[in-house]
Structures are given as structure tokens and as C-alpha cells.
């Protein structure tokens, strides 16, 4: 059975930085990509970062305008984990985090919830001004 589960949230000031992780377990997973979707209250989750496996694509990374320039996604594919590092937070990216996964091969860098079949519980993420 695969897992996702993300590290890394909690409180920040606007303009700090904070970088989370998510470590993909599950024997014989081999996702295309990885993601990282946000979900602020009273609002529908929206993309934010997608990154293809290396061994699959070197196309990429993705990027909401949001938050282009800002923040990076990186991967470690041998250990299967994803990160994000987010810096100069703005109060608008107070949400809750989720990390995703695909192995669906038309998932490969995709933007669209739909495309990602594996998903994290969600970590917090508040930024206060």
C-alpha cells in the first residue's frame, strides 16, 4: 500500500521561508511525478508545484504564477521524496499542503487533480502578516 505523508508546515511570518517534505512509501512504487497541491479555507484545492521523475522526463518543473519565483520543488527520486521550498510567504499562502503522486503516465507533469491517483493527509501551513 502506498503512502504519502508531509513534514514541514506550521507557522510563519510573511516574508519567512519554510520548506516541506513528502516521503512516498510502498513497495515497488515507481510514480511519473509528484506534486504539490494547496487548499486554502473555504476555496477548491489548486495546483501549485509538479515535478516528472527524472528516469522518466527531463522536462519540467511546473508552477503556479502564484507562486513562480518563489517557491522550488525538488526531488530525490531514489528515496522517493518530494520537497518544497517555499520562500518570502505571503499571507495568501496560508492553506493546507497536500503532497500527490502518479503513476499514471498522462499524470507526467500534470497540473489537474484528476491526474494524481495517490495523495497525502495535508499538512498546515499559516502564514500571519
Known amino acids: 500500500q502506498v503512502q504519502l505523508v508531509e513534514s514541514g508546515g506550521g507557522l510563519a511570518q510573511a516574508g519567512d521561508n519554510l520548506r516541506l517534505s513528502c516521503a512516498a512509501s510502498?513497495?515497488?512504487?515507481?510514480?511519473?511525478?509528484m506534486g504539490w497541491f494547496r487548499q486554502a479555507p473555504g476555496k477548491e484545492r489548486e495546483f501549485v508545484a509538479a515535478?516528472?521523475?527524472?528516469?522518466?522526463?527531463?522536462?519540467?518543473?511546473y508552477y503556479a504564477d502564484s507562486v513562480k519565483g518563489r517557491f522550488t520543488i525538488s526531488s530525490d527520486d531514489a528515496k522517493n521524496t518530494v520537497y518544497l521550498q517555499m520562500n518570502s510567504l505571503k499571507t495568501g499562502d496560508t492553506a493546507v499542503y497536500y503532497c500527490?503522486?502518479?503513476?499514471?503516465?498522462?499524470?507526467?507533469?500534470?497540473?489537474?487533480?484528476?491526474?494524481?491517483?495517490?495523495w497525502g493527509q495535508g499538512t498546515q501551513v499559516t502564514v500571519s502578516s
Open positions: 500527490a503522486a502518479t503513476t499514471l503516465s498522462y499524470g507526467l507533469g500534470s497540473v489537474k487533480l484528476d491526474d494524481y491517483n495517490y
Open positions: 510502498g513497495r515497488t512504487f515507481s510514480p511519473y511525478g
Open positions: 515535478i516528472r521523475w527524472s528516469r522518466w522526463s527531463s522536462k519540467g518543473p
